[in-house]
């Protein structure tokens, strides 16, 4: 039971989650050029788009809810 590759997960927030949060706190979570108002409309623009997730980091591995899929590491030495 040691397989020799591991699958790494990027950590997510959910969009609603975010979307309830203080400027303040939304602020400290995630960072957007257009300050929170910037950041709310995105949230909302995903939400539209049946995202519900936000991934943390670069992810080039998203599920169509836009949390991360995951990734096999392999033998990364
Ligand atoms: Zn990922």
Not at 8 to 31: A, C, F, N, Q
């Amino acid at each position: 039971m040691h397989p020799r590759t591991k699958t790494t997960w990027h950590i997510h927030m959910p969009v609603g989650y975010l979307l309830k949060l203080s400027d303040k706190r939304l602020m400290e979570t995630i960072t957007h050029p257009g300050g929170a108002d910037g950041a709310r409309a995105e949230l909302r623009d995903m939400l539209s788009k049946g995202i519900t997730n936000l991934v943390a980091g670069p992810c080039d591995n998203q599920n169509p809810d836009g949390s991360c899929a995951g990734h096999s590491d392999k033998e990364a030495s």
